[in-house]
């Protein structure tokens, strides 16, 4: 073999990599799982064995954190409630310890979504689960709420029903049929959020009621109208905060549980007879439940008058169930994001041909220094989407068409997706052609830093090596890797015939350092 510079000094046989092959197993009979939802009010974990296709919850914890208590409006968290959920996390890890953790899923939502830093306070907290926490959006968090609902109260078949989460930070709002959520929304607008907005000092009164309730329903109208339209058979409420008003509707012997258009109305009138939020008696209530309660009755009496409500029946599942259920898809051929990859191809009108040779390229590069490289299968898989979703951007203009899909792919709701996960795509996206801005991978966590810029310099390669958007096979393809090290050997004939990729793979000796990665084309 030769640098491209001098002369060849040998000959070499035709080598075909074969494309890579995830060895990651399903999830198998008896295997734990355990799913954390690190909600803007409380942190749960729920632990679960897989036997026999089904979940059977073996334990189960919650902590009231008030996260959302500490957001100090800036886009930072107060120590007391930073120190509050690294605790409760630290306490979850220990029960954790057992649990492979390939089978542990972390999900933030609301609260971090907001922080101006996540990073700052992702990083101490993966430190004391002792596992990786993702952000999701919030129509991410509510197409795992229906999931986790739908799996705890099968619907029946062909019936759509309404699912209302009212958590800590936000609300969600969805509508599906059978498994499958249809319509998803997001508003910022929870039991603590409004509890501190609407009333900053504690203080009730009927006016202050009117005008927050006015505020709230008009926020609500923006999506009102297309879920009436479509309508739904049931209602159900997820959350402890429907939990709770159907329990206190229950002693007040308004329902039997079920939250209704009648029974609402009294309870507000019942709650409003104390002059302040500490002085709150109602049957039923808990003394955990009581600071933040004025906000959540606030949020779903404004979602009865918008939907125009009758009934509301209260759900035992949550976002983390759904989470779990949704481990069982991930890895496999029910793998949620591949559908929404699919579906983002169909949208943007992604050329699938050329897509798929890249992929197979990038599969055959990914094969070949994956143990070198220490990357794994969740790897492969990100590489893939990316090969895929590479040319996206072509849809809002050929100039720059990597930035464009980059934001894309970045700012979307993306089914399936953490935001994390959306970032590495972006970033692969971002940087498969053309220099690699600084900037590029400032928004990973530490932890996902490494492989995502290795990555990065095999879609490079990948989408080089078909530049021409022709079918010709490469004959050689030897690809190695020695720490930052990368060497790519190609069949002499081959290349040569091709003077616009060997300028180009000789150009990406310059442009690879920005990933961190010396790079160094060779013929043999």
Known sequence: ??????????????????????????????????????????????????????????????ETVRMADGLDGKGGLHDPARQRALDCLARFGQRLRRVPRLHVRSLATNTVRQLQDPQSFLRPAEAALGSPIEVVSGREE??????????????????LRLVIDIGGGSTEFIIGSGFDPIERESLQAGCIASTRRFFPNGRLSKKKWKDALTEISAEFQQFAGRYRALGWHEALGSSGTHK???????????????ITAEALPQLRERLLQADSIDRIDLPGLSSERRPILAGGVLVLEAAFQALGLQKLLVSKAAMREGILYDMLGRGGVDDPRDAS???LTQRYGIDEIQAARVEDTAMRLFAQVAGAWALDDDDARMLGWAARLHELGLAIAHSGYHVHGAYVLENSDIAGFSRQEQQVLAALVRTHRRGVPKAA?????????????????????AVLLHRAHDDDEIPMLDLSADGNHLQLVLERDW???????????????????GLGIEFQPMVA
């Not at 510079?5 to 046989?13: D, G, I, N, Y």
């Not at 709770?244 to 079920?258: D, F, N, S, W, Y």
């Not at 290349?495 to 793979?505: F, M, Q, T, V, Y």
Request: glycine content about 6%; overall charge positive; proline content about 7%.
């Open 1 to 62: 073999m030769a640098a491209w510079e001098a002369e060849p000094v040998v000959a070499s046989a035709t080598i075909r990599a074969m494309p890579y092959a995830s060895p990651r197993p399903q999830v198998q009979d008896g295997d734990a799982l355990a799913a954390i939802d690190l909600g803007s009010n409380s942190f749960h974990m729920v632990l679960a064995q897989h036997m026999l296709g089904q979940l059977r919850v073996v334990d189960r914890l919650r």
């Open 341 to 343: 990859v699919a579906a």
């Open 441 to 461: 991978f400032d928004a990973l966590p530490d932890r996902l830093l490494l492989s995502s810029r290795r990555k990065a310099a095999l879609l490079r390669l």
């Open 244 to 258: 709770a008003i159907g329990e206190i509707c229950a002693a007040m012997r308004l329902t039997k549980g079920a």
């Open 495 to 513: 290349i040569e015939s091709r003077p616009l990729l060997r300028a180009d793979l000789l150009t990406e000796k310059e442009g690879m350092p």
């Open 142 to 159: 509510a197409r795992l709420i229906y999931l986790g609902v739908a799996h705890a109260q099968p619907p029946k078949p062909g019936q």
